[in-house]
């Protein structure tokens, strides 16, 4: 019996070594013939780190506020009978908005001026007969006191039809309506958005080390996502006198004309003060930085060998600082030398000491003032 069991054995051996032994040499060739390949060079455009004198600034975000805003209410109430405006008017200062229901009020005053004239009558009448010595000069006081205490009834009334006629406090651009006809008006409830918007404000703020560079009167522009390739200049026209203690940041307001009334009070914008000097920065384009969460890189390429041993270009990976934006550039703080050829796109598809091919015809120059032809 352990003689069939072993010849059994033997047989499934045999049969399974002549199945494994072509596959043993399909995977001997497939691994030789890898080992044979050599990936062809990576196409990549390149270009050179330069030095470039850029004018220095200090950079912000900031919010636009209006030089004058206010969300106009009643200061009593009322029911409202005259509406003067329509949403989204340019009113001047003193116009008429809304009129409430003054009927009682002129009334009222119809009433007090009758006791204002009878008390003048009264007190000439009195003077009379004060000279005639007919009359005590307390009655000629009592007579005086009478009218002057009409008169600042009459006024009195005079001031809450005034407060019922609701003008605009200054010049400029009305919001959307918020109020209807005969709808009756509890003291302090808004009527509609007044904002001036020539000229208009930014506000923003600075780190303390920079308050020693900064003065009024500084140019200072203003970008924001509403209109890209857009700046609106204007100038640094106040600093606040103390800091934030929390912060440790200076407040800072720039004014810009604002002529044609784009910008509006609530915008985010990104605020650059102009420095009076200059600085040398090293520049690189900016598609050029492969960004990740442990810090920015870019291939710089040099002389090296292929898998195949033949002379050419590799890219090694380097960390680097950047700055300040300008345009399709991005200057660098550290990590990078001037003259270093870089790959300036194609980084995506890279890793450290990959050979590549440069390749510049289809890529676009980078400037500091980009002008697309079909912006």
């Known amino acids: 019996m352990k003689g069939k069991i072993a010849v059994a ?78 949403s989204g008017a340019t009113v001047a200062k003193g116009d008429l908005l809304v009129q409430l229901d003054t009927s009682s009020e002129e009334a009222q005053l119809r009433a007090i001026e009758a006791q204002v004239e009878l008390g003048r009558l009264t007190l000439v009448r009195m003077q009379a007969l004060r000279q005639d010595k007919t009359v005590s000069q307390s009655d000629l006081d ?30 400029g651009r009305l919001g959307i309506r918020l109020i209807n006809l005969g709808q009756y008006l509890e003291a302090g409830k808004p009527i509609v958005s007044l904002q001036a918007l020539t000229p208009i404000h930014a506000d923003f703020s600075l780190p303390q080390q920079e308050l020693a560079r900064l003065q009024t009167g500084m140019n200072v522009h203003l970008t924001t996502d509403t209109y890209p390739g857009r700046e609106f200049a204007g100038s640094l026209t106040a600093l606040n006198p103390d800091l934030d203690a929390s912060t ?24 650059e003060v102009l420095l009076p000097e200059e600085e040398t920065v090293l520049v690189i384009p900016a598609t050029a930085v492969l960004s990740a969460p442990y810090g920015d890189s870019v291939y710089v390429i040099e002389p090296g060998a292929s898998q195949a041993g033949k002379a050419g270009s590799v890219v090694r990976q380097q960390f680097i600082r950047t700055g300040h934006a300008r345009g399709d550039l991005l200057s660098v703080v550290s990590g990078l030398k001037p003259g270093e050829k870089i790959v300036s796109a194609g980084v995506f598809k890279l890793r450290n000491r990959m050979a590549v091919e440069e390749d510049n015809t289809l890529s676009p120059k980078a400037s500091a003032t980009p002008r697309p032809s079909d912006s």
């Open 9 to 86: 054995v033997v047989l499934v051996l045999v049969v399974m070594g002549g199945l494994a032994g072509p596959k043993v040499m399909q995977f001997r060739k497939l691994i030789a013939s890898n080992k044979e390949m050599v990936q062809a060079p990576e196409v990549v455009s390149a270009t050179v780190a330069h030095e470039e004198k850029w004018q220095g600034t200090l950079s912000a975000i900031g919010t636009v506020t209006a030089v004058q805003g206010v969300n106009v209410t009643t200061e009593i109430p009322g029911i409202l009978n005259v509406i003067a405006f329509e």
């Open 142 to 171: 009592t007579a005086d006191a009478t009218l002057k205490q009409a008169q600042a009834n009459a006024d009195n009334i005079r001031a809450t039809i005034a407060k019922k006629t609701i003008r605009a406090p200054f010049a």
């Open 248 to 271: 440790r940041s200076v407040g800072l307001q720039a004014t810009f004309e604002n002529a044609d009334q784009v910008l509006r009070p609530g915008m985010f914008g990104r605020v």
